[in-house]
T-cell receptor
């Protein structure tokens, strides 16, 4: 049981390049999330998904797109990277089966630098 | 989404009890309160969750007063390994959307 995994762990992009971050979970969780964390700051929600085929905007969605074609995978795309998107990106998943059962399981993060 | 306010930092010594309070004045009726711990270069990890009164597990206790406008995470007898950032999160149980605040950096000294 690997939990939540993220690919890649590190990446350096030039301004204007595009890339996709992959998040995978093997816990059969319905909900998945993408957060970004800037140095010394808390986590900010980019996009989230409450089930396969659904996505919704979070707090800071601009410049990012997401897709949830399979229940176990949640992809985060940057179409045209900007230096302001330099951050650590965390994926998380949770199982909302019981009211209050809201524990989010986080991946190890992807450290992205845009030059 | 309910906004949360926590102290930016706290210092403690090994063996002491640490209480971190989170303010959430706009908490909604069906919101739950969850606390996470984050070490450097790692994703946050769930500590404890509650709706009202007191919840206790093997690592912490969570105290929530009747008006639910604040909550207090209590860590008994902290050790150096408890040095981390602690986040208070308020969100609907099944709503999906959630917001982390800036957290409280706890430093435990020998």
């Amino acid at each position: 049981n690997a939990g939540v995994t993220q690919t890649p762990k590190f990446r350096v992009l030039k301004t204007g390049q595009s890339m996709t971050l992959l998040c995978a979970q093997d816990m059969n969780h319905e909900y998945m999330y993408w957060y970004r964390q800037d140095p010394g700051m808390g986590l900010r929600l980019i996009h989230y998904s409450v089930g396969e085929g659904t996505t919704a905007k979070g707090e800071v969605p601009d410049g990012y797109n997401v897709s949830r074609l399979k229940k176990q995978n949640f992809l985060l795309g940057l179409e045209s990277a900007a230096p302001s998107q330099t951050s650590v990106y965390f994926c998380a998943s949770s199982y909302p089966g019981l009211v209050g059962s809201y524990e989010q399981y986080f991946g190890p993060g992807t450290r992205l630098t845009v030059t | 989404l309910a906004k949360t306010t926590q102290p930016i930092s706290m210092d403690s010594y090994e063996g002491q009890e640490v209480n971190i309070t989170c303010s959430h004045n706009n908490i909604a009726t069906n919101d739950y309160i969850t606390w996470y711990q984050q070490f450097p270069s790692q994703g946050p990890r769930f500590i404890i969750q509650g709706y009202k009164t007191k919840v206790t597990n093997e690592v912490a206790s969570l105290f929530i007063p009747a008006d639910r406008k604040s909550s207090t995470l209590s860590l008994p007898r902290v050790s150096l390994s408890d040095t981390a950032v602690y986040y208070c999160l308020v969100a609907k149980g099944n709503a999906g959307k959630s917001t982390f605040g800036d957290g409280t950096t706890l430093t435990v000294k020998p």
